[in-house]
């Protein structure tokens, strides 16, 4: 009879199963985080050199409108579709877009791009209509099918920018009689809902779960006041016709939604979060929320231009929301720890200077516009290249701790 034998080595286990699929398309976040990233670094010293005549461009959009609308359909856009496309998956346990269908999508959004730039304008149309709708069109399947109702006002939010990207190309041809710049700011008027929205469960939450103990008392009457005064306001900017009771009707609106905003991110206690960057980060780019309503305030009341607004809300706000939700789900998604390094904090500063240099200086001082457009667009290039050089190898590669995702 054979002896039993001593120290004998154990089995060796089975490899854990690598999931399935290239990395980059296996989650939303993927590919059009990387997109909105690589895309932000490159359109806006395109632009600064348009707009300073360093370099002569043909496109399917006067350098203006290109600009504007990219920075919305484009950049905003693609990380909110990444962002989504990911949350609808964690909100409901359903598969979302990946693999070649998620690829078709990010290539959906490259393509147009880069017609905007090389291809002929009704290509360029077609590309960027077909977009949003589509994925608008997945998560109300993938809401519906999970019962997830509480949700399907943010694809119903996708479909009101898809309609505004219609208004804006039908301007565009003089199909309609309308200043392409009205969807424009109609766009940038759902995007910061989007934020408000989003922002509203995030953020105090975040707040929460990184200090131990707090226990934050959000009064639901201050939400949705801030809410439905900021909806009002820019229903007025957008909506209202030019006259001197509706400037001031809307002036008073932006005022009221203003404070109302600031009561609400106070609730949130900011001041606990100045040693988390990757909480300071959220709470600082939602206080150019109330401040660019503020500014719109003005601007009806005639006291300054409205580009001032419209930049504190789509840099200050907009992209700053965005580097932080970028960074922090980014983290998060490939399993790795939710604390950020002196680039990630830098890219951060950088971010927070490009608006400030944009909005406050050409305020102080009119003729020194195409400085402040210099630096500020080379502040936000080098962030959104701090982010690429970070950020690029994980999301081409599998998560750290080899999930899925």
């Known amino acids: 009879m054979a002896l039993p034998t001593l120290h004998a080595s154990p089995p060796e286990s089975a490899a854990a199963p690598q999931p399935p699929g290239w990395p980059l398309l296996r989650l939303g976040f993927r590919p059009f985080y990387l997109g909105a990233a690589s895309f932000a670094l490159l359109s806006i010293p ?26 919305l359909f484009g950049f905003a856009i693609a990380v909110i579709l990444g962002f989504l496309l990911t949350a609808v998956k964690a909100w409901t346990g359903l598969v979302t877009p990946r693999g070649a269908f998620l690829g078709a999508l990010a290539l959906l959004w490259l393509a147009a791009r880069v017609a905007a730039v090389t291809g002929p304008y ?121 006259s001197a009771g509706w400037n001031m009707a809307g002036g008073l609106a932006f005022s009221l939604a203003a404070l109302a905003q600031v009561e609400r991110l106070l609730q949130w206690r900011p001041a606990l979060t100045r040693h988390r960057p990757i909480l300071w980060i959220l709470h600082v780019s939602y206080a150019w929320i109330p401040f660019g309503l503020a500014l719109l305030a003005a601007a009806r009341f005639g006291w300054v231009g409205v580009s001032a607004g419209v930049h504190a809300l789509a840099i200050g706000a907009t992209a700053g929301l965005i580097i932080g939700m970028m960074t922090r789900t980014a983290r998060g998604h ?38 402040a457009l210099v630096i500020s667009a080379a502040a936000w290039s ?24």
């Open 46 to 71: 395109l632009w600064v050199a348009l707009f300073l005549g360093q370099w002569n461009l043909t496109m399917a959009l006067p350098p203006l409108l290109w600009h504007a609308h990219e920075m």
């Open 334 to 371: 490939t399993g790795r720890a939710l604390q950020v390094s002196r680039p990630e904090i830098a890219a951060y500063v950088l971010v927070m200077l490009a608006a400030a240099v944009r909005v406050l200086l050409p305020l102080a001082a009119p003729p020194w516009l195409p400085m």
């Open 122 to 242: 009704a290509l360029y149309a077609v590309l960027d209509l077909a977009l949003l709708p589509l994925v608008a069109g997945v998560l109300t399947h993938v809401l519906l099918r999970a019962r997830n109702r509480r949700n399907l006002p943010l694809a119903g939010m996708l479909m009101l920018l898809a309609l505004a990207n219609g208004f804006f190309h039908l301007g565009v041809i003089g199909a309609i009689e309308i200043s392409p710049l009205t969807p424009l700011y109609a766009a940038l008027a759902l995007i910061v809902m989007i934020e408000c929205v989003i922002a509203g469960r995030v953020i105090p939450a975040f707040t929460m779960s990184a200090t131990p103990g707090l226990k934050l008392q959000v009064r639901a009457p201050v939400d949705r006041a801030a809410l439905a005064l900021t909806a009002l306001a820019l229903l007025l900017w957008v909506f209202a016709p030019a």
């Open 382 to 405: 080098v962030a959104f290249a701090i982010y690429l050089f970070i950020y690029t190898p994980w999301l081409l590669q599998t998560r750290s701790d080899g999930k899925d995702g």
